[in-house]
């Protein structure tokens, strides 16, 4: 099914002909959240585009049927890949670069970033990409607009609670770069009530219908909010357990659920290491814990580095923010510290999708790419220097360090208590 589909919450279609985002836009639209006006090319038009150059009919007239100053031209693959392929902008439908930002998204499908995380991921590299195509809504059109990410509940400890970041009087595209140091999401209450109290109720909509914990993409313009991307789960090991019980508390799931949702390898990540915590600890920085876990490794300044680095022994990633272009190094290193940027950066979401610990927002730290070293008060470390860091506490230190185990407390106990009483396995 090649043809173009508007965005429509009557579409019965599911992710492998709308894509995940597309998937996800309808769903947002059928609990009756604001969407911005649309419409998804299906991952078949893709697929038929890489295999013969074929491209899909009737782009010129949804565009027109759009009715949009500018529109957004984004990936949506069935399976989610964070920043992997090419995002446009501010596009005029009108003109030619419409039909060139779907084709450069098409083609974005088999760069190496691409490819690598698939590889990592075990997704199928014949799949394709949907684009979704929408009308652009501004997060710095005025003081009264912005963008964000927010998560139902906190994505490291699993907390009941909204968690995430947002920016004023910028654009989406800011708050996942990394490229810019974030504001915590709480501030939006104060900010803009109005909003606020918009999102909290989309979050409770779409946590309910997914059974799950959600994330949403944001923006808000001149005060009024529109949903851009939902997402369920993607969480790391204790808090998956304590979202898991908690769930199951609240009626949401039952108990057998709880104990299927749960891997086996979460169960192991859920006994998360954290640096003891000593008075002769050298702490060189702190920054925010954005992806559980405790990883000891030389220092790598670039991507490039930590993936020729790694083929010695563990390295750890320490960048001013990363992208996309960094995914060989994310892939290479065994933990990532980056001095800009917050818990929905791009570097946060790629840890913890890859299970590697992460800090964030390091601001004592400044990379010097030039001299392949990291300086923080009044300290020289060049790459190579053997550092440690604590996804959790958002602890770097010199050398090596002692650990001890987090056991996530009483809702592992109760989880696995769960799953001998019903005699059901774990998933791998």
Known sequence: MTGIRPLSPGDPAGPGVLGGKGH????????????????????????????????????????????????????????????????????DPRSADL????????????????????????????????????AMVSGDRDEHSGSGVAFSRDPSTGARHPYGDVLFERPGTDVVSGRVATRPLGELEQREPAVWAALLDGLDRVERHYRDVCHVEFTFESGRLWFLQVRPGGLAGRAAVRVAVDLADERIIDRATAVRRVSARQIRAAR?????????????????????????GRIAVTADRAARMAADGPVILVRPHTSPLDMHGLAAAAGIVTTVGGPTSHAAVVARAMGKAAIVGAAGLTVDLASGQILTSGRTLPEGVLITIDGTGGELVAGTAETTTDESGSHLDRLLAWAASADTALSP
């Open 24 to 91: 996800g836009l309808v769903t947002l639209m059928r609990l009756g959240l604001p969407v911005p006006p649309g419409f998804v090319i299906p991952p078949a038009a893709c697929r038929a585009y890489l295999r013969d150059g074929t491209f899909p009919d009737g782009l010129d007239a949804a565009a027109r049927d759009l009715r949009a100053a500018l529109v957004s031209v984004r990936s949506g693959a069935a399976v989610s890949m964070p920043g992997m392929m090419d995002t446009f902008l501010d596009v």
């Open 99 to 134: 039909r060139a930002a779907v084709e450069a998204v098409f083609s974005s499908w088999l760069l190496p970033r691409a490819v690598t995380y698939r590889e990592l991921h075990g997704i199928p590299h014949d799949l394709g990409t949907a684009v979704v195509v929408q």
């Open 272 to 296: 998360t290491p954290r640096i003891l915590i000593t008075d002769d600890l050298d702490v060189i920085a702190r920054g925010t814990g954005a992806s559980p876990g405790v990883a000891t």
